[in-house]
């Protein structure tokens, strides 16, 4: 069965870092450009930051830029989110996605027509 892996939320003081890592079981992640996502107590889910298939284009929500950086590694089927200087407000389940949406575009990604998830990893912050 194809799925999405979350891994390394937990509890950070402010100011802290953590790293999210994304993995897929029964596909590859290089034929899709993926994103994370976030979802806070009582919040709409938004996007955070999403890489190309290719991995030569990043894009990252205002709140996060400067913060956090995403990364994939072909070899290894994984997706990063180094996420550093925490705040409380990035308090919340992250979730990554993988899309076909930019198939024909490697160099592009975004936020729409997400065709898989994962179940999430819990980020805390707070002192």
């Known amino acids: 069965q194809s799925q999405l892996v979350e891994s390394g939320g937990g509890l950070v003081q402010p100011g802290g870092s953590l790293r999210l890592s994304c993995t897929a079981s029964?596909?590859?992640?290089?034929?899709?450009?993926i994103a994370w996502f976030r979802q806070a107590p009582g919040k709409e889910r938004e996007g955070v930051s999403c890489i190309s298939r290719s991995g030569s284009t990043t894009n990252y929500a205002d709140s996060v830029k400067g913060r956090f950086t995403i990364s994939r590694d072909k070899q290894k089927n994984m997706v990063w989110l180094q996420m550093i200087s925490l705040a409380p407000e990035d308090t919340a389940v992250y979730y990554c996605?993988?899309?076909?949406?930019?198939?024909?575009?490697?160099?592009?990604?975004?936020?729409?027509?997400?065709?898989?998830w994962g179940k999430g990893t819990l980020v805390t912050v707070s002192s």
């Open positions: 029964g596909f590859k992640l290089d034929d899709y450009a």
């Open positions: 996605a993988a899309t076909e949406y930019y198939s024909r575009v490697p160099s592009r990604c975004g936020f729409i027509a997400m065709t898989s």
